[in-house]
T-cell receptor, first 112, second 113 residues
Framework: QKEVEQDPGPLSVPEGAIVSLNCTYS??????FMWYRQYSRKGPELLMYTYSSGNKEDGRFTAQVDKSSKYISLFIRDSQPSDSATYLCAMSSSSNTGKLIFGQGTTLQVKP | NAGVTQTPKFQVLKTGQSMTLQCAQDMNHNSMYWYRQDPGMGLRLIYYSASEGTTDKGEVPNGYNVSRLNKREFSLRLESAAPSQTSVYFCASSEDRGDTEAFFGQGTRLTVV
């Protein structure tokens, strides 16, 4: 069993929809939780970062971490075609922020 | 500001051939990383280097060697390529503070035939 599980999708939604992306994990030592966005044939780019439990909001994006359930989520409000990408959750147990365990990635398509 | 630069962008190798993937960063980061990305597997850490002169194994190090040439450059070598090493390889760098992010290069698409 992988340390981090993520539904690979693909997920297709109409423009304006609310999107929910989720990951579960098994390692209770994880403290740093991230969401990366990866466009086709590009490198991943950090979208959201959360330390320990709680919520974080940035514009249309909200990240939630529930350490008691070992579950993290990314919500996208008013989704746009430009949000079409692969979304990867990533976690770390240390401040070595490049040493990450990634989920499989969820491919999202937002249709106009 | 180029960030993290990887060369080459594409490569086709025959089984048993060797090659070196190059990575350079211009952000003065101490730590650098090599990942591979395969369909349905996400990114998996091959090797990382916390500082110049040090390297450590990641999740999938077998079949690879690395060199941290200086603070800017971190290379990944395949001594005898195998079809199982067909993948997209990403280099990344970070500052290693808890509130900072890792920056990724554009990737090298490697096919071993």
């Amino acid at each position: 069993q992988k340390e981090v599980e993520q539904d690979p999708g693909p997920l297709s939604v109409p423009e304006g929809a609310i999107v929910s992306l989720n990951c579960t994990y098994s390692n209770s030592a994880f403290q740093y939780f991230m969401w990366y966005r990866q466009y086709s044939r590009k490198g991943p780019e950090l979208l959201m970062y959360t330390y320990s439990s709680g919520n974080k909001e940035d514009g249309r994006f909200t990240a939630q971490v529930d350490k008691s359930s070992k579950y993290i989520s990314l919500f996208i409000r008013d989704s746009q075609p430009s949000d079409s990408a692969t979304y990867l959750c990533a976690m770390s147990s240390s401040s070595n922020t490049g040493k990450l365990i990634f989920g499989q990635g969820t491919t999202l398509q937002v249709k106009p | 500001n180029a960030g993290v630069t990887q060369t080459p962008k594409f490569q086709v190798l025959k089984t048993g051939q060797s090659m070196t993937l190059q990575c350079a960063q211009d952000m003065n980061h101490n730590s650098m990383y090599w990942y591979r990305q395969d369909p349905g597997m996400g990114l998996r850490l091959i090797y990382y280097s916390a500082s110049e002169g040090t390297t450590d194994k990641g999740e999938v190090p077998n079949g690879y060697n690395v060199s941290r040439l200086n603070k800017r450059e971190f290379s990944l070598r395949l001594e005898s390529a195998a079809p199982s090493q067909t993948s997209v390889y990403f280099c990344a760098s970070s500052e290693d503070r808890g509130d900072t992010e890792a920056f990724f290069g554009q990737g090298t698409r490697l096919t071993v035939v």
